[in-house]
Nanobody, 123 residues
């Protein structure tokens, strides 16, 4: 049974940093595209970042330069380093895996999802 478990969320003041982790179990994800999405209250879930098995990285333009995605294949874990956080970054952040690499941006293409972790940024 495949599981994705996020951790690292919390409350931080604007300008602060958080590092989210997503631990995968049930299969090896070394060559699998993994991504981060977020959903703010009353809004649709949106793409944040993705990383391929070959370590190509994709970001939403608004987050590029502030957020950094990485992975540790030995630990079957993907990370999202978030810096210079803004109140607008407040959302539940979800880890996802299994989309074709050509559809890194499309939440409908991901096969597996975590339960989400809350990030709250106060001004």
């Amino acid at each position: 049974q495949v599981q994705l478990v996020e951790s690292g969320g919390g409350s931080v003041q604007a300008g602060g940093s958080l590092r989210l982790s997503c631990a995968a179990s049930g299969r090896t994800f070394n060559s699998v595209l993994m991504g981060w999405f977020r959903q703010a209250p009353g809004k649709e879930r949106e793409f944040v970042a993705a990383i391929t098995g070959g370590l190509s990285k994709y970001y939403t333009q608004a987050m590029e330069g502030r957020f950094a995605i990485s992975r540790d294949n030995a630990k079957n874990t993907v990370f999202l380093q978030m810096n210079s956080l803004k109140p607008g970054d407040t959302a539940v952040y979800y880890c996802a895996a299994g989309a074709p690499e050509s559809r890194w941006y499309d939440l409908r293409a991901y096969d597996y999802w975590g339960q989400g972790t809350q990030v709250t940024v106060s001004s």
